[in-house]
């Protein structure tokens, strides 16, 4: 990924850490609707928010994407019944942390999103790349070597 | 002082010749001058070492620890039914307990393997301040007199007060006095300016996000990956540490400034809820990293999103390991 420069067509390329049963549920949903959203997310698929160590959203950020976006289930919905509820503590401490640091806040992002909320879905890309597209690309924290 | 020093000499001698403990951690006369270090006493005709002042720097939690966890680790080669039990005398100040509170919390030990010896604190000398209250000249002889430091160099002799060589995070304290001990050794210390706990983040926080960033490179830039703040962090103890994981390798270990910002990111990371701002990781650092700015952020964040503070008491649960149903979700971001 690193090797995307900033040029003319450049395009943001976003990280969506997804949990299986609802957002990716979803994503699933928006498919099959045939519902449009942008080309730049790429989702990665894990059993639970819960699941997310805070450093992989580092490590995406340091690989070279632009944007990381996390998206669970509702809060109360968790198939894991609160795996979502101690990521949302955790991220809520970590998205203060990484704009404390200074990487600008929207490269970070976390929504909820359930199985039947494909319209919801796209809308959150769409929003997330929009975001995203403004900052422009990455420079913080992104490996050169 | 000198009285608490007395004390807990006596107190380290009697638990010794009773056999209540096996080991006694505490703090003994450095060889440079103003200066203390770690010792483990075992004979209770050695607890006359014992000092404690305001040159005791580190966090002896860290001791308790790997003393306890060292000789788990060795009994498992005993025979079931000639396991002993080890227990571990510590000394004790605010920060050092709620240190062993947050180990006792994780379920590090049982209560019973530590007895603490809890000392009431007045701060104490941060090193890099003190070397810089020297001017550059070399220390042959100190001494602490109450709030009044007098220092012998080969130019000639210094005095300076010692409420400006100590340590930043002795000056806004707020748990100077042990939470929880099991012998109390001399009157309580006086409060600290606890209520400028935040200042510095509050100012922190007023920069720009470019201003931020360009203080955090700067100081992550400085850091050699020597691992001196993990290895003194009595919150760090796991097994295997992320930076040595190799399957999968979690963090790159190039001079790459990233890799070194990532770590630095990560450790902090995980003291989220566990740091109680000992200084610890700061006073060993050889390159001076600012770490306290970036721990106490979140540690002011726990505070203010969770009411948490690291260690204040044994009722309390680990923030991270815990949830409310209605706990602040104003970060979620809907479109």
Partial sequence: ?145 | MENVEKKLQEEAKKLLADKKVDVVIGYERGTLPLTATPVFITDAGDAEKLVYDATCVQNLAKYAHDIISAHREAQKKVKPEDRKNKVVGVVARGCTTRSLVIQLQERQYDRESIVILGVPCDGYIDPKKFNLALDGEQAAEGSVNGDQIAVKTLAGEKKFALKDVLADNCITCRFNNPVISDVVIGDKAPAKAADKEYEKVDAFEKLSTEERWAYFTKEMSKCIRCYACRNACPSCYCKVCFVEQTMPQFVGTSAEQTDTQIFQLLRTFHMVGRCVDCGSCVSVCPMGVDLRNFLKKLDKDALELFEHRAGASMEDVPPLSTYRENDKEDFIYNP
């Fill in chain 1, 1 to 145: 990924m690193a090797d995307v420069k900033a040029t003319d067509g450049w395009e943001p390329k976003i990280v969506a850490i997804v949990c299986n049963w609802c957002t990716y549920a979803g994503a699933d949903l928006a498919g099959i609707s045939r519902i449009q959203y942008p080309p730049n997310v790429r989702l990665v698929r894990l059993p639970c928010t819960g699941r997310i160590n805070p450093f992989y959203i580092m490590k995406a950020l340091q690989e070279g994407a632009d944007g990381v976006l996390v998206s669970g289930c509702h809060p109360g919905e968790c198939h894991y019944l609160s795996g979502n509820y101690s990521a949302r503590r955790k991220f809520s401490m970590l998205k203060r942390y990484l704009s404390y640091v200074g990487i600008e806040a929207d490269r970070a992002m976390f929504t909820w999103c359930s199985a039947s909320e494909g319209e919801r879905f796209a809308k959150v890309i769409k929003g997330v790349t929009e975001k995203v597209r403004e900052l422009g690309p990455a420079k913080k924290l992104v490996k050169t070597l």
